[in-house]
């Protein structure tokens, strides 16, 4: 086990590693607005960055805003179509809990904390609101360049934020909302989340990727769906150390990263926003391919969630199109399965009993379940008691057991009643000897 001062040694030398290839690096003017030539050791950050410090009631705080122009890509997304995106595009995905709104009022909020490196409770050294507009998408980023200015940055922040109606973030519900919430309440003052509605794209992200990818980190949902492979990041368990660095010695370089990092974060959520609740309003496959959402495993997320929402059928349509685009055999299974169920729940039989038969076919986890559904739709539905025994033959082949010992039994009984009073019947119907 390393000791705390190796531990220290290597997180110097990974940061050391990630400034220079940003040094290295020509940074594009839309994203900052100084080049970054060579500079004095110690030049606090409003001497390098192309911000402004702010002044309030509360003190003073740094702040810069920087725009992504409209005709920009942010990978496969067009930062222009997100001043398309319609008013009431939340409204599936929030489940009704949030109104139609134009998509100018909604404030896309990300933080960098010092984590628990400083304190059990952290700061918010770094907040970024970014917003769409018909110039493109804009960001305002608010930073504490000591921890003196709290106060003045939290007042900014909520001033800001009283120019929208809806907040989205990515985890921000159990993240960086209670932890703003906190420092406002720590400052004395009034939190500006009380009168915002909230949707955390997490949960939604995860409903729809979380078939087929590992993660749904959002850097892996950067890389995954919208094809943007980030240069010269950092790491996000390094941020709280490259801060401490920064109030203690006040090199503003070092703050670079942490910047780009801030404000590619808010700008993926934004993109991946134009992307989700869309996802979860169309059933067609064509407009489902537009928005990037054309694998199995994403279709089978879409659908496992509009059944949970009561949208069975939708739903039930969208596992089907999901088998059709292929399903590795970890999902096809569970999806017939559920798809089998369903069709047995809305009356369709025929089908439903197709499903289980490719099911009780090949060897996977729902085959007994699926031989036991045939059985008893042959011995209940049908009154083929020959047919249900040799599906419950079956099912002893592959896993004796007691009940289906006993349902063996039962259906030979039945059988041979049958068998019985048909031959009565014939006997009964056969013409008498002749004398």
């Known amino acids: 086990m390393p000791t705390a001062k190796e531990q220290l040694d290597l997180l110097k030398q990974r940061v050391a590693a990630i ?6 690096r020509n940074f594009s003017p839309a994203l900052w607005p100084q080049q970054i030539d060579v500079e004095p050791a110690r030049m606090r950050v409003e001497e390098w960055a192309a911000g402004v410090v702010v002044e309030n009631r509360f003190g003073e ?18 930062i222009g179509s997100l001043a398309e995106l319609p008013a009431d595009m939340l409204d599936v995905l929030a489940e009704g809990a ?72 990515y985890n921000g519900k159990t993240f960086d909302e209670p932890l703003l919430d906190a420092r406002y309440q720590h ?7 009380d009168r ?13 990727w979380k078939l087929r990818l590992e993660s749904c980190r959002l850097m892996e949902l950067e890389e995954q769906v919208l094809g943007f492979e980030r240069e010269g990041d950092l790491p996000g368990e390094l941020i709280p150390y490259v801060y401490f660095e920064y109030v203690r010695w006040q090199e503003a370089r070092r703050l670079v990263p942490i910047f780009h990092h801030n404000a590619i974060d808010i700008l993926t959520l934004a993109c991946l926003t134009a992307i989700v609740p869309a996802a979860f309003r169309q ?88 031989l036991e559904e045939i059985a008893k739709y042959y011995e209940h539905e049908e009154g083929n008691f020959a047919k249900a025994l040799e599906f419950t033959a079956q099912a002893l082949a592959c896993r004796p057991g007691e009940a ?11 059988l041979t009643k049958r ?17």
């Not at 509605?197 to 995860?206: I, K, V």
């Open 19 to 24: 400034e220079l290839r940003f040094a290295q």
């Open 61 to 78: 705080h740094f702040q810069i805003e920087r725009l992504f122009p409209a005709h920009r890509q942010h990978g496969a997304a067009d």
């Open 283 to 370: 059933t067609d496959c064509d407009a489902l391919a537009r928005l990037g959402v054309k694998r199995g495993e994403d279709l089978c997320g879409i659908g496992r969630w509009l059944i949970r929402a009561g949208e069975t059928e939708r739903g039930l349509e969208l596992l089907k199109r999901a088998v059709d685009a292929g399903l590795p055999d970890r999902l096809l299974f569970r999806t017939l399965w559920d798809m089998a169920r369903l069709e047995k729940k809305l009356g369709c039989a025929q089908a439903a009993q197709e499903l289980f038969g490719e099911l009780a076919a090949c060897r996977n986890e729902y085959r007994l379940c699926a």
């Open 196 to 208: 915002l509605a909230h949707l955390d794209l997490l949960h939604g992200a995860r409903r729809l």
């Open 419 to 435: 068998m019985k009073k048909v031959n009565q019947t014939r006997q009964a119907k056969a013409p008498a000897p002749v004398k």
């Open 187 to 193: 400052r004395g003052q009034r939190s500006p989340f």
């Open 98 to 169: 949030i109104p139609s709104v134009e998509c100018q009022r909604l404030a896309f909020l990300d933080t960098e904390t010092t984590g628990l490196l400083g304190s059990s409770n952290p700061y918010a050294f770094l907040a970024g609101v970014g917003q769409i507009t018909a110039e493109g998408f804009r960001l305002r980023q608010f930073f504490l360049r000591e921890y003196s200015e709290e106060a003045s940055m939290l007042a900014a922040l909520a001033d800001h934020l009283s120019n929208f109606d809806v907040l989205i973030t």
């Open 404 to 414: 289906w010992t006993r349902r063996k039994a039962r259906l030979e009984k039945k």
